[in-house]
């Protein structure tokens, strides 16, 4: 289904850039699922969770956007230490 709509660009670029979005469609979806699970997330806590462990990891599986910083910015992979590849667990 194609529609049209009226976004602003620069708010639009903010959110690929972001993101990583490859399409603007991409970073629009990506924005809206975000949203409905911040929502989600909002409805539960309000009602008091009481879920499983496994119930809370279905419910807050990781999106696009949860690799963002506290920036808002896309987050590298971890880095090794200096002197050599990574300790196990890190």
Do not use: C, W
């Not at 911040?38 to 409805?43: A, F, G, L, P, T």
């Amino acid at each position: 289904m194609k529609m049209t709509m009226h976004i602003n660009e620069d708010v639009l670029d903010r959110v690929m850039k972001v993101t990583g979005a490859k399409s603007k469609t991409q970073a629009v979806e990506i924005a809206l699922t975000e949203m409905a699970r911040r929502h989600k997330m909002k409805e539960l806590f309000n009602a008091g969770l009481g879920l499983t462990p496994e119930e809370l990891k279905v419910e807050f599986a990781p999106t696009a956007a949860d690799a963002l910083d506290d920036h808002g910015l896309k987050v590298a992979e971890d880095k090794e230490p200096y002197g050599g590849p990574a300790a196990p667990g890190q």
